[in-house]
């Protein structure tokens, strides 16, 4: 779904998305004068709000250069909440600055995921050491895949998928981790991947009848495949355990140069009651930090 323009108004008129995008950019200026100081944890506060709690996905600022320490530091500092996918060896920097890993590495990967009943009984193990793992540090989901269909109709995909996750959650409920699936398009990024499709991935949801397996509700993917955004979230949130966010198309910085007007579905996500994070998993075409800042501005509703 894309929405032209926001209502919400200041005494200096509507904020529109070119004005969102051109305040963005002047906080970003300052923050990018002396890198090494912002790395250091001297930048400003970005969120104000907060309503919607955001995190990263690695990649987002990987060109700028930064260690984990230094990022940690930074994200500390901008007022985020953590990021997506760290690594063992990088969740005590987290902790140190307050983050939270906010999803972690769980069982299956995109092409080869628990649709594929051969390899259950090592994905059931992979459940139990990672779900052990996340809930020593206290961390609240941990990711899983469908895997592709590699000639497994939906049907049996979906029971495949069921057969495993029946046992996964209970681990997960005695641990009060979350397993999410990952929604993934099958169009232009992932051909082949089975749970390409919000109805699928729902209806496996219902199947597992448990409240620690939800989706991971990637909307770059989703705009993708099949857009209405919005109500499909409204009507779905029950399910949704996760958020991630890109550009579309290209997978790029959530600016004017792509089609989701990122802060009406972060009002959506706000209005639900949501409490889970949204985390950022694009690309930047730009300055890294610069190109965060606007992100976490369009998304801080």
């Keep these: 779904m894309s929405t032209t323009q926001s209502h919400t108004r200041t005494g200096a008129g509507p904020l ?25 944890g001297q930048n ?3 969120v104000e709000k907060g309503r919607i709690k955001q995190a990263i996905c690695g990649g987002c600022l990987r060109k700028a250069g930064l260690s984990m320490e ?10 985020l909440s953590g990021m997506d996918f760290a690594g063992r060896g990088d969740w005590p920097i987290l902790k140190k600055y307050g983050l939270t890993a906010t999803l972690v590495a769980g069982a299956g990967s995109i092409k080869n995921g628990l649709n594929n009943k051969s390899m259950h009984a090592k994905f059931l193990d992979d459940f139990k050491s990672n779900i052990r793992a996340a809930a020593e540090y206290q961390w609240p989901g941990v990711i899983t895949m469908a895997g592709d ?18 046992e996964a959650v209970k681990i997960a409920e005695d641990a009060g981790v979350t397993i ?13 991947y089975m749970c390409d499709k919000s109805d699928w991935g729902f209806a496996l949801c219902r199947r597992v009848n448990s409240p620690r397996f939800k989706m991971l509700y990637d909307i ?30 290209g997978r790029h910085e959530l600016d004017e140069n792509q089609e989701i007007y990122y802060p009406a579905v972060m009002r959506a996500i706000a ?3 949501y409490q889970g994070f949204v985390a950022h998993e694009y690309t930047p075409l730009r300055d ?8 976490v501005k369009a998304c801080d509703v």
Aim: with cysteine.
């Design 271 to 273: 209005e639900t009651g």
């Design 288 to 295: 890294p930090v610069p190109s965060l800042v606007q992100a």
């Design 44 to 46: 400003e506060k970005v």
């Design 180 to 192: 999410c699936m990952e929604l993934l398009n099958s169009k232009v990024d992932h051909p082949g």
């Design 220 to 249: 770059y993917h989703m705009q993708i495949m099949e857009g209405d955004l919005i109500a499909t979230i409204r009507e779905n949130i029950k399910h949704i355990g996760h958020f991630h966010t890109a550009g579309v198309p």
């Design 70 to 79: 230094q990022t940690a530091s930074l994200l500390a500092g901008m007022g």
């Design 16 to 40: 529109t998305r070119r004005r969102m995008i051109a305040t963005a950019a002047t906080g970003a200026a300052s923050l990018l004068t002396g890198l090494p100081q912002i790395a250091l």
């Design 149 to 166: 269909r590699a000639g497994i109709s939906d049907e049996e995909g979906i029971d495949n998928c069921h057969t495993i996750l029946k």
